[in-house]
């Protein structure tokens, strides 16, 4: 009694609980699976092969069994490969994230099984009927009661729809036993024989399609390597054109440039032949009571003490000016001859030419006698008479403002002479005179200006 006692005693154990695998709720499996042991799987798995092999193999798309090896209890079933066991409360496959693992565990109290059947001996048992009978159908194993109702309705369906199909086949075969037809054989002949005639016109159709379809690919290919060719040589030309288009510009920007330069150049020379060089070069006006050439003041006052290198500066422009109309003229001196040397100019007596008279001075007004810048000075008065003298043999009009004798010139206005000497002589006659000389020097400077324009 104590033995029967501790055989069949009721110990608490953790029940595992499948995953419906429609909508992977947890299945709470009816009693009577515990009562499934080794022994009852094998008779199932054996009575449904039987059933199978003596219907040639046929299988119902709605039923649960279908044709196959049985499996061997021995092997690890299919299930326990797919799913895994939780084998402690609160564990469960969707929180490893695989949803084919369906199975959950969870105290459920108490289970009466015998000591000799292990839990995993049990749970491995329930697993390989599951896979046995999914193995038997396309639905997979185990479901909940609403995913079962809902397979079925679907089944349902199908069955339905599959009745209705067998009908109309089964009123078309009955139709067609009732109203049997004679065939005509040489009638079928003579259609075949033109269907297989048509055949034959429509493989040449079809062969000569091919032949042009490949002329055509040919064509294609033939266009598409002119295309390219084309391509290419509107490439070159562009680049070419692009280059003659920048070459063009350049030449217009420098035809435009030597344009501009000539009528630059043109414009410069137009003013330059308006212009009169002497007047330009030697500018001879007045400043107060001092004659000017180049700006440099003539002459000397009490009150307006000029520098000698002025003064001196002054004489090298008068000696360059007449210089330069006598060679205009080609008019030659007689008995002096010019040498412009700037502010050290000098006239050359040609009856000694060792003489030379200096247009150049230094000191006060008063120093001491110096007769060559005075004979100089007259010296260069007597050269201009002889200016005036050959301008007038060309034109008798010609008429200096101012006479000009011996070293003095003469005020026609006043009828008052003024000596060109410094000795002997007043600073105000001196610039005076000097004054009168540089106004006939500017008269002759126009008239050669004038004759000499073209």
Request: negative net charge; hydrophobic residues 35%.
């Amino acid at each position: 009694m104590a033995a029967d006692e501790t055989a069949t005693s009721v110990i608490p154990v953790t029940v595992p609980i499948f995953l419906c695998q429609k909508c992977f709720q947890p299945l709470r499996l009816d009693p009577s699976f515990n009562a499934v042991d080794s022994k009852t799987l094998s008779d199932l798995s054996g009575s449904l092969t039987e059933n199978s092999t003596g219907q040639d193999g046929a299988a119902s798309s709605d039923t649960l069994i279908a044709t196959g090896k049985a499996k061997n209890p021995a092997e690890k079933p299919e299930a326990l490969r797919k799913r895994q066991i939780g084998l402690s409360p609160g564990h469960s496959s969707i929180d490893s994230g695989n949803s084919n693992e369906f199975m959950l565990v969870e105290n459920t109290g108490t289970l009466n099984i015998t000591n000799t059947d292990s839990l995993s001996h049990h749970v491995r048992i329930l697993a390989q009927l599951f896979d046995f009978i999914s193995d038997q159908s396309d639905v997979d194993h185990p479901l909940c009661e609403e995913c079962t109702d809902l397979l079925l309705d679907q089944m349902d369906q199908q069955l339905k729809m599959t009745e209705d199909e067998c009908k109309e086949y089964r009123d078309v075969l009955e139709q067609l036993m009732a109203d049997p037809t004679e065939t005509d054989t040489s009638t079928l002949e003579n259609e075949l024989s033109h269907l297989e005639l048509q055949e034959q016109m429509l493989l040449e159709q079809l062969q000569m399609i091919e032949n042009e379809r490949a002329s055509i690919v040919d064509e294609i290919e033939t266009v598409k390597e002119q295309e390219k060719q084309l391509q290419e040589e509107e490439e070159k030309y562009f680049r070419e054109y692009t280059e003659y288009k920048r070459q063009l510009l350049d030449y217009e920007d420098e035809h435009n440039s030597v344009c501009n330069q000539l009528k630059y150049a043109q414009t410069q020379l137009d003013k330059l032949m308006k212009t009169n060089v002497f007047n330009a070069t030697f500018h001879i006006w007045h400043s107060g009571h001092f004659g000017t050439i180049s700006n440099f003041r003539l002459g000397r006052l009490p009150n307006v003490p000029t520098e000698w290198m002025e003064i001196n500066a002054a004489w090298g422009q008068t000696v360059l000016l007449l210089h330069s109309l006598a060679r205009k003229m080609n008019l030659t001196f007689q008995r002096y001859r010019l040498v412009p040397y700037g502010n050290y100019s000098y006239i050359e007596c040609l009856e000694d030419k060792s003489k030379e008279l200096p247009l150049y001075a230094s000191g006060g007004f008063k120093f001491f006698w110096n007769t060559k810048f005075d004979s100089a000075m007259v010296a260069f008065l007597d050269c201009l008479q002889q200016f005036k003298e050959e301008v007038e043999k060309g034109d008798t009009g010609f008429c200096l403002p101012y006479r000009m004798d011996k070293g003095r010139i003469e005020d026609s206005s006043t009828r008052s002479a003024y000596s060109i000497k410094i000795q002997l002589n007043s600073e105000e006659q001196w610039t005076k005179a000097l004054k009168f000389m540089l106004t006939n020097l500017k008269w002759g400077l126009v008239w050669v200006s004038s004759q000499f324009a073209s």
